[in-house]
């Protein structure tokens, strides 16, 4: 009870308890005959960003421990903290696996600049896609995969590009499981 924080609620009936709660509940049930293997399926599935965060924490102290898991998940966050290893799969399919690190270094680039323009200025996608090793054109911004964020941004501030906004972000797994199964929605 104590991993799970939940040792305030011990003589609470489960019907009681919060969606989170119940999910934590789960995993410390799960681990009461001490296992070296813990199978995962979606195990922050509606949780709030604070029980994630906790969940989080404690998979990672009992992968400290040598306990072996298994996870699925759709949140690639929850990949990159608590993941060694991964694959990516698509329609049933493994299209790539490696290290979170390795992903990224194989399969996106450094860094991604991400741009917004004033609503209904046309995106200036013939300057930007000779800079930048990969663009994506959404509705709302531009991506642009580079190396170097801050100098492809200083750049394009000299030829003339004017964005409402402008962020420099390290690429993600996101970013890869996009890149390798599409922005498309697929039943």
């Known amino acids: 009870m104590g991993f799970a924080q939940l040792g305030d609620r011990a003589d609470a ?3 009681s308890l919060s969606g989170g709660m119940k999910r934590r509940l789960t995993i410390a049930r799960s681990l009461v005959n001490d296992p070296e293997l813990l199978l995962l399926d ?11 965060h ?13 306990v072996t898991q298994i996870v699925t998940t759709h949140y690639m966050d929850e ?3 608590l993941c060694d290893r991964l694959v990516v799969m698509d329609g049933g399919v493994i299209v790539a696996e490696g290290s979170p690190a ?3 270094a194989h399969h996106s680039t450094r860094e991604v600049l991400e741009l917004r323009f004033a609503g209904g200025t046309a995106a200036p996608t013939d300057v930007v896609e000779p800079l930048a090793d990969r663009v994506e054109v959404l509705p709302d911004r531009l991506l642009l995969y580079t190396g170097d964020g801050e100098h492809l ?18 690429s993600s797994l996101e970013d890869v499981f996009l890149r ?8």
């Open 42 to 52: 979606e195990p922050t599935t509606g949780l709030d960003p604070q029980a994630r």
């Open 13 to 15: 009936a489960v019907e």
């Open 153 to 170: 941004a200083a750049e394009l501030a000299h030829r003339g590009v004017k964005p409402l906004s402008a962020l420099v972000r390290r």
């Open 102 to 104: 390795e992903l990224i």
């Open 79 to 81: 990949a990159e903290q």
């Open 54 to 66: 906790l969940l989080w924490d404690r998979l990672y102290r009992l992968k400290g421990e040598g």
């Open 180 to 187: 390798l199964t599409g922005r498309s929605l697929v039943e």
